[in-house]
């Protein structure tokens, strides 16, 4: 079946733009992460959403940083006034209800380059 | 807090040796934990991963990973290299494992090289 898709592949944006990047998890996952692949840092968590539940919101690295996530399905991390140390990697996960919650399940990602 | 370490960001083997790629972690409560791949361009993908039941822990394209609590560690291996094991993997814990869900935390990487 279909995996987790992410749009838009590449975005090359200025400085001090905003971007919105955007998430479909896998149907019927009930959890979606948000992390952030770079070359200094690493792999870092962002935000998750589970079900109904207020979000995680502990790895969000400033209040540039926003995420929410419509009707329990697609989310949308939006970074306000871009800085080029937001340029990364951004990787969106699901996992399914019940058992397996541990496995997640990862997107291709979205590129991000601040100029 | 915990974390994961992964000793040596670059390793690299010859086809048909022995591959092992070192993953220690910090953790108070028994953890879960995962070990990753990441081709070029391409996203994560679940090798293995253990969530306290057998220590001995059998993935996909022949790896495997022992869990040592005695050692902290949960290193991967594989018998045998091939060609298409070149890639970055990662191992990661869940600090979380009480509940359902949760965030991950990920070593830095280790990325293997696979010499014909």
């Known amino acids: 079946g279909a995996g987790v898709s992410q749009s838009p592949s590449n975005k090359v944006t200025e400085k001090g733009k905003d971007v919105e990047l955007r998430c479909d998890p896998i149907?019927?996952?009930?959890?979606l992460y948000w992390y952030r692949q770079s070359l200094g840092q690493g792999l870092e968590f962002l935000i998750y959403?589970?079900?109904?539940?207020?979000?995680?919101k502990s790895g969000l690295p400033s209040d540039r940083f926003s995420a929410e996530r419509t009707g329990g399905s697609v989310s949308t991390l939006t970074i306000q006034r871009t800085q080029q140390e937001d340029s990364a990697v951004y990787l969106c996960?699901?996992?399914?209800?019940?058992?397996?919650?541990?496995?997640?399940?990862f997107g291709p990602g979205t590129r991000l380059t601040v100029l | 807090a915990q974390s994961v370490t992964q000793l040596g960001s670059h390793v690299s083997v010859s086809e048909g040796a022995l591959v092992l790629l070192r993953c220690n972690y910090s953790?108070?409560?028994?953890?879960?934990l995962f070990w990753y791949v990441q081709y070029p361009n391409q996203g994560l993908q679940l090798l293995l991963k253990?969530?306290?039941?057998?220590?001995l822990v059998k993935g996909i394209n022949g790896f495997e990973a022992e869990f040592k609590k005695s050692e902290t560690s949960f290193h991967l291996t594989k018998p045998s290299a091939h060609m298409s094991d070149a890639a970055e993997y990662f191992c990661?814990?869940?600090?979380?494992?009480?509940?359902?869900?949760?965030?991950?935390?990920f070593g830095q990487g280790t990325e293997l090289s696979v010499k014909p």
């Open positions: 996960a699901s996992s399914p209800p019940g058992q397996g919650t541990d496995t997640q399940y």
């Open positions: 149907s019927g996952h009930t959890a």
């Open positions: 959403f589970q079900g109904n539940s207020a979000p995680d």
């Open positions: 953790s108070s409560v028994p953890p879960y």
């Open positions: 253990y969530t306290s039941a057998a220590t």
């Open positions: 990661a814990v869940r600090p979380d494992n009480y509940n359902q869900g949760g965030k991950l935390i």
